[in-house]
C-alpha cells in the first residue's frame, strides 16, 4: 500500500518566492497533518485538518502560510512570500478519524529558502 | 514549552549492547504514548506505543516501560543493531495533538 505521498522531496527557492508543498494522505485516512521540523524547534504541528475542514491551525507561524485541503485525497501547504527563516523539513501527517494517536508520516520536503 | 523532555540527546552503544532513551511529561490528559523511529531523509516512522494503563510493552528487540506516578516513560532497545541507528522521538497523544520530545541520536558501533 502507498504511504503519505508528498512532493516535491526538495526544493530550493529565493526570498520572497512562493513556495507550494504538496500531500496525499493514506486513502481512507481523514485526518491530516502538517508538520515543520527544524534543529532548534523539533517537530511543530503546523495545522490538522478533520475530514477536509481545517480543526486547528495555532500552530501556523505566520500569515504567509496557508493550507488547503479541498479533497480527502490531497492538501497543500503554501508560504508566500518566503523568508530564509522557513529553510526546514515540512512533513505531512495521516490517520484515521478516532485514530489520531497513530499517525503515518510522509517522507518530506526540505525546504530550503535563500 | 515542550510538554514531553527526553534524554539523553545523543548516546552511542556497542553492537549487541541495550540503548535506553528517557521521557517525562507533566500533563495527566495525555492518553497514548508512541516512539517514532527517524532515518536520515525519511519522516519519523510508528515503531511501538503504549496506553498509561499498561506497565510495559514489548515488541521484539524494543519494550517501553511506563512508569504512570512518574509520569515517566522509557524506549529500551536490546541487542542494538547497526541497522538501529536512527532518532528516536517519544511523543504523548491528548485529542488530536502527539507532542514530541526532541529527539535522541542512537548511534550503533559494530
Known amino acids: 500500500d502507498a504511504g503519505v505521498i508528498q512532493s516535491p522531496r526538495h526544493e530550493v527557492t529565493e526570498m520572497g518566492q512562493e513556495v507550494t508543498l504538496r500531500c496525499k494522505p493514506i486513502?481512507?485516512?481523514?485526518?491530516l497533518f502538517w508538520y515543520r521540523q527544524t534543529m532548534m524547534r523539533g517537530l511543530e504541528l503546523l495545522i490538522y485538518f478533520n475530514n477536509n475542514v481545517p480543526i486547528d491551525d495555532s500552530g501556523m507561524p505566520e500569515d504567509r502560510f496557508s493550507a488547503k485541503m479541498p479533497n480527502a485525497s490531497f492538501s497543500t501547504l503554501k508560504i508566500q512570500p518566503s523568508e530564509p527563516r522557513d529553510s526546514a523539513v515540512y512533513f505531512c501527517?495521516?490517520?484515521?478519524?478516532?485514530?489520531?494517536?497513530?499517525?503515518?508520516f510522509g517522507p518530506g520536503t526540505r525546504l530550503t529558502v535563500t | 514549552q515542550q510538554q514531553v523532555k527526553q534524554s539523553p540527546q545523543s548516546l552511542i552503544v556497542q553492537k549487541g549492547g541495550i540503548s535506553i532513551i528517557n521521557c517525562a511529561y507533566e500533563n495527566t490528559a495525555f492518553d497514548y504514548f508512541p516512539w517514532y523511529q527517524q532515518f536520515p531523509g525519511k519522516g519519523p516512522a510508528l515503531l511501538i506505543a503504549?496506553?498509561?494503563?499498561?506497565s510495559e510493552k514489548k515488541e521484539g528487540r524494543f519494550t517501553i516501560s511506563f512508569n504512570k506516578s512518574a509520569k515517566q516513560f522509557s524506549l529500551h532497545i536490546m541487542d542494538s543493531q547497526p541497522g538501529d541507528s536512527a532518532t528516536y522521538f517519544c511523543a504523548a497523544h491528548n485529542d488530536y495533538k502527539l507532542s514530541f520530545g526532541a529527539g535522541t541520536t542512537v548511534t550503533v558501533r559494530a
Open positions: 503504549i496506553r498509561p494503563d499498561v
Open positions: 501527517a495521516s490517520s484515521l478519524f478516532g485514530q489520531t494517536s497513530e499517525q503515518y
Open positions: 486513502s481512507g485516512h481523514n485526518s
